[in-house]
Each structure stands twice: as C-alpha cells, then as structure tokens.
C-alpha cells in the first residue's frame, strides 16, 4: 500500500526524514509529489491521486473550505522561515539588514531562486527585490527554477562565481553542497507555517491520519526543528 502526498519542497526534508519509520510502523510507503505550493494545488485540483497534503496552512484552509480536504484534519508542522544560501565553503554575505542584502544581491552574479508566481519564497522574494528598490537592477541575474529545491540544487551545482540563493530553510538546509547565511533581516522576512490535512480523495483514512499525526505530533518534534521547521 502506498499513501499518495502532495507536499510543499520545504517539508520533503521532513517527509523523507520520517518515511522509514511510517512504513517501519504501517507497512505503507509514500509516493509524494513535491514541488511549489501553486504546483501542489494545480495537481489536486487536476485529480491527482493524493491522500494526504502538505502545503501551507493559508492554502490548507482556502482547500477545506474548497471541499477539497477534510475539515478537522488539518494539522500545523511550524513555521519555515525563508532565508538565503551559497554554496558550500563560499564566504557568506552581510545581510542582516535590508541595505545588506541588497548590496548581496546587487554583488550576486546570479540569484537563484523558486518560480515567483507559485511557489512561496518566490512570490516574497520577488516582493522583497521590490521594496529593496533593486528589482530592475538584478532582475536579469534572477536563476528561476520550478520549486526551491531545484533551485538550491542548481546552485550547488553551478561553476558560475559570485552566485547566492534564496528560498525556504529547510530546502537549503537538506540540499548538500549549499550553506545557509540565514533568514532574511528583519523587515523582510517571512515565516510560513505549513499544515497537513487528509485529502478528500483518501483511500485508506485511518493510513492516512496516522501519518499526519506523525508529521505534526510530537513524536517527530525534534526532527522538524532539525529539517529547518519551528516548532
């Protein structure tokens, strides 16, 4: 038996972390789909077999309201907070201000980062090149790729210098080869909170709540602080 997940990049970390123990447990494997939120939703709305969704909990809400997930199943992981990357062993940029990081980004060569129309840290990064006034200045070095973990993974694999990321912590923190500098400043940041819920298509409903409490109980707490989640 295979549970079907559609799930936010910022918590594949967590869900892969935890999967062993969830079939270790049940005897059922999951079969996710990971990727921007916006992408998440459009598959399940397309009728994507899913069981379980893990998306934030605006958007796990707007799908209850939608009939599309079950009321009273929703539960919170934490909050994601979206932060900035380089790859490994590179110097790490000043930016613990709103000047800071913009004269980071400016210094970039290229900028890496999640599809700006469907995936969280995209939408807010774009609005944080905005509110910096630098949009226009950087908006050719922008590296934009389907989800934040796609885009980290470029990163890391890139030859090109003087290049920096950004997107959720949590897809910087498991994707090797890249370092986190940290969060974005104050006046700039965003903390998401993730929730998961049962799908209105679920197959197997007992299956599924157990792994949505695995998820977002606190049996897994420790390991959602370690995947880059706040608990």
Known sequence: MALNLLCAGAAKGLVNTLAPRFEAETGATIDGAFGAVGAMREKLVADAPCDVVVLTAVLVDTLQREGRVVPQTSAPLGSVHTGI?????????????????ANALVAASGIYVPDPQRATAGI???DVLTRLSIHSTVERRLRVHPSGAAAMQALACSSERGIIGCTQVSE????????????LPAGFELATVYS????????EPSLALRFIELLAGPASRKVRVAAGVEV
Do not use: C, Q
């Open 172 to 183: 910087i923190l498991y994707t090797e080869g890249v370092a986190l500098v940290g969060a």
């Open 85 to 101: 990357a380089v790859r490994a062993g590179e110097p790490h940029p000043d930016i613990h201000d709103g000047a800071a990081l």
């Open 124 to 126: 807010h990064f774009v």
């Open 196 to 203: 998961a819920a049962m799908s209105a298509t679920v197959r």
